[in-house]
C-alpha cells in the first residue's frame, strides 16, 4: 500500500541539527511533489519545504538558510537537513505527498510555483518530532 516514514527526530540544543529522512513506498515516487510540514501544539501545520524531481524547491521564509530539502528518486527517499535550529522549530514534522503530479515539458516532474496547502497533498507519514530547548 501507499506509505511514507518518517525518522530522524529527536531532542536537541539551540543550535543543532538533525536530517530528518523519509521512506517512500507503493507507488511512482518520482512523479509526485514531495514536502516537509510541520505542526506545532495548538497551531496549524505549515508547509516548510517542498519539491519536485527537477530539483526544483520551495522554502518557507521562516527556515530558508537552515533548512534543505532533497530527494532520492532511485531509493524513494525524500529528506531534510535541519541546521542552526531554534526552539521555535519545535514541532511533528510531517512528509507528504502531492494529491496529483505536475509536469512541465521543459524540467520534467515538478512542484507547482505557487502556494501550497496541506489540502494539496493526499497521503501522509506519521510524523517525526523535533524538540529544540534553548
Known amino acids: 500500500q501507499v506509505q511514507l516514514v518518517e525518522s530522524g527526530g529527536g531532542s536537541v540544543q539551540s543550535g543543532g541539527s538533525l536530517r530528518l529522512s523519509c521512506a517512500a513506498s507503493g507507488y511512482t515516487y518520482s512523479i509526485y511533489c514531495m514536502a516537509w510540514f510541520r505542526q506545532a501544539p495548538g497551531k496549524e501545520r505549515e508547509d516548510v519545504a517542498r519539491?519536485?524531481?527537477?530539483?526544483?524547491?520551495v522554502y518557507a521564509d521562516s527556515v530558508k538558510g537552515r533548512f534543505t530539502i532533497s530527494r532520492d528518486n532511485a531509493k524513494n527517499m525524500l529528506s531534510l537537513q535541519v541546521n542552526t535550529l531554534k526552539p521555535e522549530d519545535t514541532a511533528m514534522y510531517y512528509c507528504?505527498?502531492?494529491?496529483?503530479?505536475?509536469?512541465?515539458?521543459?524540467?520534467?516532474?515538478?512542484?507547482?510555483?505557487?502556494?501550497?496547502?496541506?489540502?494539496?497533498?493526499?497521503?501522509w507519514g506519521q510524523g517525526t518530532q523535533v524538540t529544540v530547548s534553548s
Open positions: 519539491i519536485g524531481s527537477d530539483g526544483s524547491a
Open positions: 507528504a505527498r502531492s494529491s496529483q503530479s505536475y509536469y512541465r515539458s521543459d524540467s520534467g516532474y515538478t512542484c507547482p510555483p505557487g502556494p501550497m496547502s496541506a489540502a494539496d497533498f493526499d497521503v
